[in-house]
T-cell receptor, first 116, second 112 residues
């Protein structure tokens, strides 16, 4: 069954290194989200795209995190340089219709990042 | 912005008993409230949702109730089974932005 795809599934890096995550949402889904889920906590929104435009990046640590969705389809999230506190699962999610409240959100399997 | 609080953080019940998880929200304009189940190492999956024009919704052993006046909503699981063991997250979504604000999660353990 086609769903939200993410890669890699796991990544271990040293602090101060760089890392990039990739997400391919469900075909046709206009809105894409990146969440950070620290162990024992709920997902925290990092950035939200609608097509290729940024809707909300207020909680993205812009000094080290960046994200893009150039063609309005797949997206990459980058951390440079990584800190120990960045260890978390990074979840990508998508919804079908832009601007429609109550649209079901589909999650990818996540990328588990460990920063040593 | 919206703030969602979720209680309890952990919950253990005997198989066959009921489990109730409660969430409160701060933005009275929020009008969509999904509940997600996340098994260990897996992605969150939607199990039930409710919109603000409805007070209660039921799907087999799972029900959600919404009190808009008090700004709280609850997940009810009846006749719990070991496979219900997971972390459950509530979320609230204000209108227009398709944004989701998550609670901190409840780790449910069903003891056989």
């Amino acid at each position: 069954e086609a769903g939200v795809a993410q890669s890699p599934r796991y990544k271990i890096i040293e602090k101060r290194q760089s890392v990039a995550f990739w997400c391919n949402p469900i075909s046709g889904h206009a809105t894409l989200y990146w969440y950070q889920q620290i162990l024992g906590q709920g997902p925290k929104l990092l950035i939200q795209f609608q097509n290729n435009g940024v809707v909300d990046d207020s909680q993205l640590p812009k000094d080290r995190f960046s994200a893009e969705r150039l063609k309005g389809v797949d997206s990459t999230l980058k951390i440079q340089p990584a800190k120990l506190e960045d260890s978390a699962v990074y979840l990508c999610a998508s919804t079908l219709l832009p601007g429609l409240a109550g649209d079901e959100q589909f999650f990818g399997p996540g990328t588990r990042l460990t920063v040593l | 912005g919206e703030n969602v609080e979720q209680h309890p953080s952990t919950l253990s019940v005997q198989e066959g008993d009921s489990a109730v998880i409660k969430c409160t929200y701060s933005d009275s304009a929020s009008n969509y409230f999904p509940w997600y189940k996340q098994e260990l190492g897996k992605r969150p999956q939607l199990i039930i949702d409710i919109r603000s024009n409805v007070g209660e919704k039921k799907d087999q052993r799972i029900a959600v109730t919404l009190n808009k006046t008090a700004k709280h909503f609850s997940l009810h699981i009846t006749e719990t089974q070991p496979e219900d063991s997971a972390v459950y997250f509530c979320a609230a979504s204000p209108p227009g932005g398709v944004q989701f604000y998550f609670g901190t999660g409840t780790s449910l353990t069903v003891i056989p």
